[in-house]
Each structure stands twice: as C-alpha cells, then as structure tokens.
C-alpha cells in the first residue's frame, strides 16, 4: 500500500504528466526533424552532389547471393554510412533546437526570478523570500541601532 500511495503522489505532483507531454512532444519533434532532413536538407545535398542519394550509400560486406532463378540465397551484408549521416545531421539539429529552447526557457526564468525587474511579474515564491529578506535586514538594523545606543 506504501508504493502505491508514494505512486499517486508523484502522479497527482504533475511530475508524471510533466514527463508524458516531454515525451509526446519529443516524438512528434523527432517526426518533424526526420522530415526537415530527408525531405528538406538531403535533396538539394543530393543535388549539389549529381544525384547522389545518401541514404543509400553504403560499404558492402559481401554482395547477395541469388540462385539460377534470381531467388536470394543469402542477403547482402552492407554498412549503411549514409544512413548513418542523415542520423548525424538529424542529431546535431535536435541537439541545437533544444540548446536554444533550454537558452530561451532559462533567460525566462532568470526574468522572472529578478525581482528589481518590474516588467515581469515575479513568481510569489520568490517575492515572499524576498520580503523575508528585507524585514530580516530591517530587523538587524533596529538591533544594531539598539546596541549602539
């Protein structure tokens, strides 16, 4: 009964539903970038190129072997390079998306936690620390001023 109980806890926090939406929108941005690349970057690359398409170009291993009537034996056994760079170039444009979500979602977030900047409402966290910051400071200086007296 514990685990379940520490479970709906962390269900009802929102860490949970928190973690579900990242994920759903990390797979529909991985459908988009896959697009972006192979749809978008690879053709005018293929095209700068002579045709050349990347997604098939590969090192063979060993070449298939196929009977009399063209049946195959054995399949080829290749090393898909290209494949693995359209996958490179899909990475490095995640890596770089998220670099600037994360850059932009933490310039937000130090906005909004500056509480001289009158511009953006600050989180009432923070505005509470901060007024208990100012009474403390006010109170330590009505005690120094006690003391020199």
């Known amino acids: 009964m514990k685990l379940f109980k520490e479970f709906k806890e962390f269900a009802v926090k929102g860490n949970m539903m ?26 005018p690359l293929s095209l700068m190129t002579n045709g050349i398409n ?3 170009k590969r090192i063979i291993l060993r070449d298939a072997l196929t009977d009399n009537s063209g049946a195959i034996i054995t399949n080829e056994i290749a090393i898909g390079y290209g494949a693995l760079g359209e996958a490179l170039l899909d ?3 995640i890596g770089f998306t998220i670099f ?31 007024d208990l910051t ?16």
């Open 18 to 43: 928190d973690m579900a939406i990242g994920i759903i929108i990390g797979a529909s941005f991985n459908k988009v970038i896959d697009v972006l690349v192979k749809k978008v970057m690879i053709p």
């Open 54 to 56: 990347f997604q098939d």
């Open 91 to 93: 990475f490095a444009i």
């Open 100 to 130: 600037i979500v994360v850059k932009f979602m933490n310039r937000l977030r130090n906005k909004a936690q500056d509480t001289k900047d009158v511009t953006v409402e600050t989180p009432k966290d923070i505005q509470l620390l901060t």
């Open 134 to 149: 100012e009474l403390l400071q006010e109170q330590n200086n009505l005690l120094k001023a006690r003391i020199k007296k």
